[in-house]
C-alpha cells in the first residue's frame, strides 16, 4: 500500500546542522566540538539528589502541569537574587521539557498566521521554523561580524504593525555576543507604545565573561512587562540530556502558554525536577560558571591562535566563532566544515545553518564546553593545518 499524498509544513527543512555534524564526527571518529554539548557529567550534589529521588516513593507520577510548586519557589528565590525581581511561582514560572518547549510553546500561544516575528540573524535553527509552524511570518535583521551586536535603526526599519513578537538571544548563540544595559532599553524604547511582546532567550544566562554582567529582561520592568523569558537547567547544570528549562512571563502570558504547554508535554519529569529544587538554592553551582567557562573559552583561543583561522570576539555562552578565508577561501564553509571533520578529525558547525538564506562568510563555530583533555587533543589535530594537503588544494 502507499502512503497517501501531503504536503510539508518544513518542505526545505532537513535533519539538524548539529545532529548532521554529530553523525559525521562518529563516522569519521573526529573529536565533536560542533554540537553544543559538555563531555563532563553535571555537579555531583545534582546527580546524588536525583539517585535519591527516584527512589523516593511518589516521585515517579505526574508533577503538576505548571511544575513542582517547591521548583517555582526555588526560581523564584533564585530570580530575586540576580536580578532583583521576585516572580510569582504560582502565576508567572512554567517548568517546561528544555527551552526548546518552552519556546515553542510561546510561539504556539501567541503567534497567528500572518503574524510577523521578528529574529536577528544568524539566529538557532529552531526560531524560524517554530515561527512557521504556526502561519506565522520570520522577518531577519541582519546581526553584522565580528561583534554580531544589534543595529537598532534595522530592527527599527523591521518593525511593522503586524509585529506580533520579537525575538532576542543573550549571551547569543552561535556567536556570544552579549546585550548591554543600554541595548535593552533601546528595545523598551522600540516596543513602547506598541502591542508588541517580546521572546528573550536566556540559556545561557550564566555564562558571560570579562567581568561583564548578564542584562537580563527579567531586571527590566518596562521589557518584561510584554516578555516571556527562557532558562535551561540543562545548560546551567552540564545536563542537556535532562531536557528541563523554564519560562518566566507576566500571568496573562503565563496563562496563555500554559494553555498550550499542558497539551504538548503537560508535565516535566518529577524526580528530576525535585533533583533542581534541592540544588537551585545554592548559588555556588552558577556563581562559579563565567570563570569556569571563560577559562574554557581562552584556552581554546590559545590554541587556535597559530591555526591560521581568524578569532571573533566571544563574550558569552559556550561557542567560539572563527573565520577560515586566510586557511581556505576557496571553500564555502559546509564543504570546509565536512573536510575539516574527514580529514583533520574536527568536527565544527558552519554558520550558514544559522542563515534561513544559508548566507557563507567563511565562518564556523566551535563548542568550548569541553574538557580541557578534549580541547588539547582537538588542537593537536588542527597543528600544521596550514600545511594539510587538502587545504592548500583549497588555496589554489
Known amino acids: 500500500m502507499s502512503t497517501p ?9 532537513g535533519t539538524s546542522i548539529f545532529s548532521v555534524m554529530t553523525q559525521l564526527a562518529q563516522e569519521h571518529e573526529a573529536i565533536n566540538l560542533a554540537q553544543g554539548f559538555p563531555d563532563y557529567d553535571p555537579p555531583r550534589p545534582l546527580l546524588e539528589a536525583l539517585a535519591r529521588h527516584v527512589l523516593t516513593p511518589g516521585h515517579q507520577q505526574y508533577a503538576p502541569m505548571p511544575g513542582l510548586p517547591r521548583l517555582r519557589e526555588a526560581i523564584s528565590q533564585q530570580t530575586a537574587r540576580r536580578y532583583g525581581y521576585t516572580p510569582d511561582p504560582a ?38 521554523p517554530a515561527v512557521r509552524l504556526q502561519g506565522g511570518v520570520p522577518v531577519y535583521v541582519p546581526l553584522s561580524a565580528p561583534d554580531f551586536r544589534p543595529d537598532w535603526d534595522r530592527v527599527a526599519a523591521a518593525l511593522s504593525p503586524r509585529t506580533r513578537l520579537v525575538l532576542i538571544n543573550s549571551p547569543h548563540n552561535p556567536t556570544g555576543a552579549v546585550l548591554s544595559a543600554d541595548d ?26 570579562d567581568g561583564a554582567q548578564h542584562n537580563s529582561v527579567s531586571a527590566h520592568p518596562e521589557l518584561r512587562a510584554r516578555a516571556f523569558v527562557l532558562s535551561s537547567f540543562g545548560k546551567t547544570y552540564h545536563a542537556t540530556g535532562w531536557k528541563v528549562g523554564y519560562c518566566l512571563a507576566p500571568p496573562t502570558l503565563t496563562a496563555e502558554l500554559r494553555r498550550v504547554h499542558q497539551f504538548i508535554t503537560f508535565s516535566v519529569s518529577t524526580p528530576t525536577q525535585h533533583a533542581l529544587a534541592d540544588v537551585v538554592p545554592d548559588a555556588a553551582l552558577y556563581e562559579t560558571l563565567p570563570a569556569f567557562y571563560q577559562q574554557k573559552r581562552d584556552l581554546l583561543r ?33 564543504t570546509f566544515t565536512r573536510r575539516l571533520t574527514q580529514e583533520s578529525g574536527v568536527a565544527v558547525v558552519p554558520l550558514s545553518a ?22 588539547r587533543a582537538a588542537a593537536a589535530r588542527l597543528t600544521g593545518l596550514q600545511e594539510a594537503d587538502w587545504v592548500k588544494q583549497a588555496t589554489k
Open 354 to 375: 544559522f542563515y534561513h538564506d544559508g548566507h557563507d562568510a567563511q565562518l564556523v563555530r566551535f563548542c568550548f564546553a569541553k574538557t580541557e583533555a578534549t580541547l
Open 91 to 128: 502565576t508567572e514560572i512554567t517548568v517546561t521539557s528544555g527551552a526548546t518547549e518552552g519556546l515553542y510553546a510561546v510561539m504556539a500561544a501567541v503567534v497567528r498566521p500572518g503574524d510577523e516575528v521578528l529574529l536577528l540573524e544568524p539566529a538557532y535553527d529552531l526560531y524560524a
Open 5 to 13: 499524498a501531503f504536503t510539508s509544513k518544513l518542505p526545505d527543512v
Open 184 to 209: 535593552l532599553d533601546t528595545l523598551a524604547g522600540l516596543l513602547r507604545d506598541t502591542d508588541t511582546l517580546l521572546l528573550s532567550d536566556e540559556v545561557y544566562e550564566h555564562m558571560v565573561f
Open 302 to 334: 590559545e590554541l587556535l591562535a597559530p591555526t591560521g583561522f581568524e578569532l571573533l570576539p566571544s563574550g558569552g555562552g559556550y561557542f567560539q566563532v572563527a573565520g577560515f578565508g586566510a586557511l581556505a577561501p576557496g571553500l564555502d564553509d559546509r
